[in-house]
């Protein structure tokens, strides 16, 4: 079924299960929604969806103009941003997944806390150069502190297309009280990616260069070296064939 908030419509305790649907929007309001598995929230513009729990399988959605306030996300719940989304709590807790598509911000007023179990998805426009990537990227900024726990990953969307080499994307993870902590490396489609803390404290994702493995075919060397080099996150292999 399907709930819809809005024009100063106000619903409470809402728990919205497997097919079911939450809609609030402008003027409207959604207080302390369970989200369990295949249910989903929407906060949409001018709506206001405060003190949310998404379980396992649940996901919340806020788009652009949507304010969200005091969400929990459990293990394996999904918050999905879409366009200039705004979230206001005291302390924000990730142990499930926030996706932020590429050109998309979440500003979080507040303090935020990713476990190990959490997730942070980003996606990450195209680029035109190897050197000054021209891209967009989703990105996550808070107001407070970030204290990022052993095991805090972020991953990219799979909507991204395939990384430069040598290249740094700019800011992707900012805080403006300080970061405590930090991310694991990652890999994207064979390429290896890095979070590094910039001059000014925010987090960039760097991608390293090309580092081609040649091996002789012929024999065992080149399909040995071939293993070694994809499970090492490369991207270039090299095969030379005897002469005839």
Known sequence: ???HASNGGSIYGTIVNNGGKVYV???????????NTGGHEYILSGGYGPYAT???????????????EGS?????GVQNVYGQA???TSQLTNAGTISILAGQTLNLIGNYTQTGSGILEL???DST???????????LNITGSATLQPGARIILNQST??????????????????ITGSFSEGVYRGRKFSLETNSTGGIDLVTGGINPVTGDINGNDGFAKLNALLGGGGNQVILIFPAQ
């Open 161 to 178: 297309p395939g990384l430069e080499a040598n290249s740094r994307y700019n800011n992707l993870f900012t805080a403006s009280q300080g």
């Open 25 to 35: 929007s402008n003027g409207g309001s959604s207080y302390n929604t369970i989200i």
């Open 72 to 76: 929990t996300i459990n293990n394996g």
């Open 86 to 88: 705004t979230l206001s």
């Open 123 to 125: 996606g990450l426009g």
């Open 54 to 68: 998404i379980n396992s399988g649940g996901q919340q959605t806020i788009s652009a103009g949507g304010l969200d």
């Open 1 to 3: 079924g399907q709930v």
């Open 129 to 139: 150069t190897t050197t000054t990537p021209t891209l967009s990227s989703g990105k």
